[in-house]
């Protein structure tokens, strides 16, 4: 019997996500979306696709939740995106209470699922969820870091013109201008990276990576990335579907590790079956901890103004 998976969001990013989950083969998939007929029309688009590309899986469109009903894993990629003259205040509120509004939905239907959110400010909306849901942590965790660390890799690879299969990286903290790559933990083919190029390069490739999305949306004029991020979602599902025990990065709530408290921010965590199963607290400077901890503020100053929103409702 295959696993069952819902993406909420048939954007870009959510139908891109869904299209790579259905090309598995191993997962049935469900797309949701309020704009009626759209999640229908391009999931009946990826079902008509399957016997080119080899997958049996079912792949449906719905602008209800009941047809998600007992699925194992949601993806939640619904939310607007920033507009001229929206404040970031405008954009956290006004995707804290979509995200709100499906989780209350998906919990109502799925209560043993697992919840990845990956609508931004990611690591805010990450917050909310596990607070709507009231899941255990192990059962809300958000895609960031994998999207983060493979624009790193990217880039390293093209610069040492190497293959991006033998670089090892991990990028943490907030999925914004302050997250924290560790560069003195990267590695290419095993080699320590700061043996091949020089500090300034690495600080280049650094700065790089922390605007990679801003990058991509100057590029498009309208829009935002969506082939990494949809890759990057996948290979989360993957992980929880195969009971891979993938040590990848991603945002998960902490409760003492790196010294933070209470808070969603982007860390290694091992991933399978159980959702995310462990923080993987590995030992960091003094200045990557301090820049992890700086990254950490960020995101508790959009929490302080979730809270506050929920106060005054």
């Known amino acids: ?26 997962a049935d998939v469900v797309l949701v979306d309020v704009v009626e007929d759209l999640p229908q029309g391009k999931s009946l688009d990826m079902l008509e696709s399957a016997p080119v590309m080899g997958s049996d899986a079912k792949i449906t469109g719905s602008n209800s939740y009941e047809a998600t009903a007992d699925s194992d894993v ?38 043993n699922c697992i919840i990845m959110p990956v609508t931004n400010p990611l690591d805010a909306m990450v917050q909310n969820v596990f607070v709507s849901s009231g899941f255990p942590r192990n059962r809300v965790f958000g895609m960031a870091g994998v999207l983060d660390t493979a624009r790193f890799r990217t880039f390293i690879a093209e610069e040492l013109n190497v293959s991006v299969e033998d670089i090892q ?26 043996e091949l190029m020089a500090e300034e390069k690495i600080d280049q ?16 004029k309208a829009g935002s990335a969506y082939y990494a991020p ?21 945002c998960a709530y902490l409760e003492g590790e790196y010294g933070i408290n209470g808070l969603c921010v982007g860390v290694p965590v091992k991933l399978g079956a159980g959702g995310m199963e462990q923080v993987m607290e590995i030992k960091l400077t003094s200045e990557e901890l301090a820049a992890l901890k700086s990254s950490a503020d960020s995101v508790q100053e959009l929490v302080e103004v979730m809270n506050k929103a929920r106060a005054e409702a």
């Open 74 to 111: 949601v993806v939640i990629t619904a939310g607007i995106a920033r507009r001229p003259g929206m404040s970031r205040d405008d954009l956290l509120l006004t995707n804290m209470r979509i995200t709100s509004a499906v989780t209350a939905e998906v919990v109502k239907y799925s209560p």
């Open 230 to 250: 949809s890759a990057a979602i996948t290979q989360m599902v993957e992980a929880v579907l195969l009971d891979k025990k993938r040590i990848l990065p991603a």
């Open 169 to 194: 990286a991990f990028v943490l903290g907030g999925h914004g201008d302050d997250m924290v790559p560790l560069t003195r933990l990267t590695t290419v083919g095993g080699i320590p990276i700061n």
């Open 1 to 26: 019997m295959r696993s069952k998976v819902t993406v909420v969001g048939a954007g870009n990013v959510g139908a891109t996500t869904a299209q790579r989950i259905h090309q598995l083969g191993y």
């Open 205 to 220: 490739l650094v700065r790089r990576t922390r605007g990679g999305g801003g990058e991509i949306v100057e590029l498009l």
